[in-house]
């Protein structure tokens, strides 16, 4: 099992169950995430993202759940933010189960496995004060499914 995968998938929602909707207010220290994640040109559904500080001895690992309609907004502790900074984000959306009794393994991947893994995805977020709409943003493109 991918560590990775599992641990961010973990803490996203920990963090963002019971939150409710909409966007919350960042906390001191912390600056407001959110975006819109977009696969193909059109809005992702469902999956989570997770903020890996390039200053990895900072601590902190903003992660956040991608809502129906594309949505995300990070949260560090359970208080919505990240820290100014730059970060490698990863993103984990997975096809849903097919409940399939005695099923193992882990639900195949609905992206190009790049955008698992720290050291290989292409998505990088620098979080500043001056961010505007749209800033935060993402793009993944889907894999080939010839």
Excluded at 46 to 58: K, R
Excluded at 85 to 113: C, N
Excluded at 134 to 143: A, E, M, R, S
Aim: net charge neutral; glycine share 14%; proline share 8%.
């Amino acid at each position: 099992m991918n560590a990775s995968w599992a641990f961010c998938g973990i803490i996203a929602v920990s963090m963002t169950t019971g939150l409710g909707c909409g966007l919350a207010p960042a906390e001191p220290g912390l600056l407001p995430v959110h975006g819109t994640v977009r696969m193909d040109d059109r809005p992702a559904s469902g999956g989570s993202v997770c903020f890996h500080p390039d200053d990895q001895a900072s601590g902190v690992l903003p992660v956040g759940s991608i809502e129906a309609d594309g949505t995300y907004e990070v949260y560090v502790h359970g208080k919505p933010g990240a820290p100014e900074g730059t970060y490698r984000v990863t993103v984990f959306m997975h096809e849903k189960s097919s409940g399939k009794a005695g099923h193992a393994g882990l639900p195949k991947s609905m992206i190009d496995r790049r955008y698992n893994a720290r050291q290989t995805t292409p998505l990088s977020i620098d979080v500043r004060r001056d961010a505007g709409p749209g800033h935060y943003d993402l793009k993944i493109v889907t894999k080939s499914r010839s």
